[in-house]
């Protein structure tokens, strides 16, 4: 899986990734999430997949 760095224990999610955590639970898609975070939905499918603090706090 996912190796956790120093640098992102450190690292706080920003506040779209929050928002974006917030609709994800909902149960809405990238898309609908993207657009209420203000982010694109590749973004959105990065994080969710490749980001190991935004997938561990989704989780």
Known sequence: ????????KIRQLSQEQ???IEHLLQ???????S???GVSR???WEWRNRDP???AELN
């Open 42 to 44: 590749q973004t959105v």
């Open 18 to 20: 929050m928002n974006a």
């Open 1 to 8: 899986m996912f190796e956790t760095t120093k640098s992102d």
């Open 35 to 37: 657009e209420a975070a």
């Open 27 to 33: 149960g809405k898609s990238d898309r609908a999430v």
């Open 53 to 55: 603090l935004f997938i």
